[in-house]
């Protein structure tokens, strides 16, 4: 004790001459899985510390049922200190739905900070597997943007593009097919990924497109594959490789021309359908939420709207009758095509070009 | 003790792997030490004895009493779980320093882990690192696999869970029951693969890979019957009438002798019975010098330690089933307890495992019989019971007014 008292004052003295006076709240790397380790960062701790006080500044306990811990025994482990972290490495692993507490300490405290983890119970999950990728077409147009891919349980993120290539017909491997994010782009739910081709590859007289060319070319076929090597969040393999066959076809470059769309209508006091034929194939996501359907009063029809014909074509399913008279389908001018061309402008439009800046674009008819 | 709470499946599944590295400690379960410090484990799911070589542990302390209460609690709290998730499976007492230690399963089903515990003059749990620690394994032949379960003995009811579940645990939980040292060999009781299971290992330490398997067949007094299947539950060898016997106790109770030099491979060995402590199933054995006489105290789980003196066995008759009327003995028909078996002694809770901790007292672990606690705690030998635990006339202060002022008086008379 003597000696843990003098090295508290030597280090003290140390960091008072420096005139500065180190947090008493430590930064701690905690467990996510039963065998991981905790990390304690140790810009406090000095190097010099005996190796019998670091239980001092790390302890980890588990948490009874009356939260008591501080007369508990700590779990026996191994302890390490490297430059930034002193690691403290249980002998037996953490388990699953234990509330623990680690205690920790720096040194020019004499308090003692609290927090508690938990590592959850693995839910049983399904085997991983990719459920859709979008577009669901194989004909695709020279200039696509991105893919949808839908898995039925989280991935593990941040891997995706060692997972993900496009490969074309002779089996090479487009390397900078993709954009890479420092983030991908997956859903809340980690569940659904969007791939984006490198956007410098498909703009027209942008660098990367003058010298590497389009990552898809006219008239040629490629896979989009998608590897079994990929785990999701549970640690199991997708379970099959995956491959998208893809045609490609002329890119699409002329705006969103809603003049174009062909509408089918319902009879009036029927449960039938109202369909609209895209005039290319539209963006999965947006399609969703960017089209609505109104009543004469402005209201929105209650219904909901089902994708068909590989992305090419929507239905609005009513939930009643249709009344006779006028209606209204009102789209939101970022609606996309698989492109990226919406309603106001092209993906690569000059600068020059303003396109349509109305928000909404309108589509009246009488039933 | 073996508490039933292993799924079956579980069990077969991780025999299935363990059968591909046996070195491997899969289980800690009974123990015992050489005098040099050698600690003898049973891995019934490796299906071999593991020896860890804790010959350099040295005293620390001339004399100290370990009491660790709610000790299994205190193991998992260091093992990082809860005490529903540790079982303890034997506790031994090191032969140089005194110290004791547990064997502890950690987890239900195939997560199962083996843990090996020190507890050290101090009262301080130590983990012991099954890694570094320096060890040699004896792989063990003629195993139950790991599919076999036992008969559902039924009562007149319909089973209860628990019966089910001791029913449900595979026999290869039995492989292992106690180990015996004995100048230079390993004595191993337990079960085989065979019908005529209940074996007598016998192998020389250091471990060359060689064992002699040997089945045993003794009398059972209160069951009436010649018995070749059940295990010894505990044992140790003695010098009995001038030769080294195994004295050896089965579950309700009888007590037999074996002459070593029968235990020979592929014997059928004809144990002598000689005597029987009444219905209930020995757990632990152990020998202590009480005023200079040797003792043997047994533990049992469903009756009180029985205290035999050592001296009881000699010229001990042998009994058969000519020696008495046919039928079942129950512990009030009379015939048992029979035979040299000493006395039942008070103990304060179910003593389960109990080893020597100092020429004085016995280490023992116990289960309290009010709280279900179970303490490792330190007992008298002369006097293990504890009676200080129970409220009495004793616990009363005017008591001691009483027989102060008794005192007095009879002092001023005189």
């Known amino acids: 004790m003597t000696k843990f008292c003098f090295n508290c004052i030597l280090f003290f003295l140390m960091i008072s001459s420096l005139g500065t006076v180190a947090q008493s709240v430590l930064e701690l790397v905690l467990p996510k899985h039963l065998d991981d380790v905790i990390k304690l960062d140790s810009s406090t701790i000095s190097n010099e510390m005996e190796e019998i006080f670091w239980d001092d500044h790390l302890a980890v306990f588990v948490e009874n049922e009356a939260k008591v811990y501080t007369s508990n025994k700590a779990i026996q482990g191994e302890y390490t200190k490297d430059r930034n972290y002193l690691i403290f490495k249980p002998y037996y692993p953490f388990e699953n739905g234990m509330n623990y507490i680690i205690r920790t300490k720096s040194v020019n405290s004499e308090d003692y900070s609290y927090q508690s983890f938990l590592i959850e119970k693995k839910k049983k999950v399904a085997n991983a597997k990719v459920i859709n990728i979008y577009p669901s077409a194989n004909r695709l147009p020279e200039n696509l943007l991105r893919f949808y891919i839908y898995f039925n349980t989280p991935m593990k993120k941040g891997e995706a593009l060692k997972h993900i290539a496009l490969v074309d017909a002779e089996g090479n491997i487009d390397q900078h097919a993709f954009m890479e994010f420092k983030q991908e782009l997956w859903s809340g739910d980690g569940k659904r990924l969007t791939v984006l081709f490198d956007p410098g590859r498909i703009k027209r007289g942008v660098v990367t497109n003058s010298l590497l060319g389009p990552a898809l070319q006219k008239d040629k076929q490629y896979h989009l594959s998608i590897s079994s090597t990929w785990q999701d969040v549970y640690g199991q393999q997708l379970s099959e490789t995956l491959q998208k066959k893809i045609e490609v076809v002329k890119a699409y470059r002329t705006k969103i021309l809603v003049n174009e769309w062909i509408m089918e209508k319902p009879e009036a006091n029927s ?65 996309e095509d698989v492109a990226g061309n919406n309603l106001q402008n092209l993906l690569d439009h000059n600068k020059t070009d303003e396109g349509n800046s109305d928000t909404y674009q309108c589509i009246d008819f009488k039933i | 003790m073996i508490k039933f709470k292993i799924t079956v499946l579980a069990l077969i599944l991780s025999f299935t792997t363990s059968l591909v590295n046996a070195q491997e400690v899969k289980t800690l379960g009974a123990l015992e030490f050489s005098p040099e410090g050698v600690l003898f484990a049973g891995d019934n799911v490796s299906g071999a004895i593991h020896a860890f070589d804790l010959s350099a542990e040295k005293k620390s302390a001339d004399k100290f009493e370990i009491n660790v209460y709610n000790v299994d609690a205190q193991v998992a709290a260091v093992l990082g779980t809860s005490a529903g998730n540790v079982q303890i499976n034997d506790m031994a007492v090191h032969p140089k320093s005194g110290e004791v230690y547990l064997t502890v399963t950690r987890g239900h089903g195939i997560d199962v882990l ?38 559902l003995r039924g009562t007149m009811a319909p089973p209860t869970i628990k019966e089910i579940a001791k029913s449900k645990l595979p026999m290869r939980m039995l492989s292992i029951m106690d180990m015996e040292y004995y100048k230079g060999e390993l004595f191993v009781s337990g079960i085989s693969n065979e019908d005529f299971s209940s074996a007598l290992r016998r192998m020389p330490y250091p471990f060359n890979g060689k064992e002699s398997i040997s089945n045993v067949k003794m009398y059972h007094i209160a069951h009436d019957q010649y018995e070749t299947r059940a295990p010894i539950r505990s044992m140790l060898v003695k010098n009995i009438d001038g030769i080294d016997q195994m004295v050896a106790a089965y579950t309700c109770s009888p007590l037999v002798l074996i002459p070593l030099n029968e235990i020979k491979d592929g014997a059928q060995v004809k144990a002598r019975t000689i005597g029987d402590m009444g219905n209930g199933q020995p757990i632990d054995m152990v020998s202590y010098n009480l005023q200079g006489n040797e003792m043997l105290f047994v533990t049992n789980n469903s009756r009180m330690p029985q205290v035999m003196p050592l001296a009881g066995l000699s010229n001990a008759k042998v009994v058969t089933d000519a020696d008495f009327k046919r039928g079942a003995k129950m512990d009030l028909t009379g015939e048992i307890p029979y035979g040299p078996m000493g006395l039942p002694v008070m103990f304060a809770g179910s003593s389960l495992q109990i080893d020597v901790l100092n020429e004085n007292q016995l280490v023992s672990l116990t289960r309290d019989a009010l709280t279900g606690s179970l303490d490792l705690e330190t007992v008298m030998a002369m006097f293990p019971n504890k009676m200080n635990l129970f409220f009495a006339e004793l616990d009363f202060p005017a008591f001691y007014k009483d027989k102060k002022k008794l005192k007095e008086k009879i002092k001023n008379k005189s």
């Not at chain 1, 359908?273 to 209650?302: W, Y």
């Not at chain 2, 083996?114 to 060890?135: F, G, R, S, Y």
């Open chain 2, 114 to 151: 083996p843990v090996l515990i020190k507890v050290n003059a101090e009262n301080q749990l130590q983990i012991v690192d099954l890694v570094t620690v320096k060890k040699t394994t004896q792989t063990l032949e003629n195993l139950p696999d790991g599919s076999q379960g036992f008969y």
């Open chain 1, 271 to 335: 449960r039938g359908v109202l369909t609209i034929h895209f005039d290319r194939i539209m963006d999965h996501a947006l399609i969703q939420s960017m089209i609505q359907l109104k009543d004469r009063k402005g209201n929105q029809v209650a219904g909901y709207w089902q994708i068909l014909e590989a992305e090419q074509q929507v239905q609005f399913i009513s939930e009643e009758k249709w009344n006779k008279g006028k209606y209204q389908i009102v789209i939101d001018t970022r609606l």
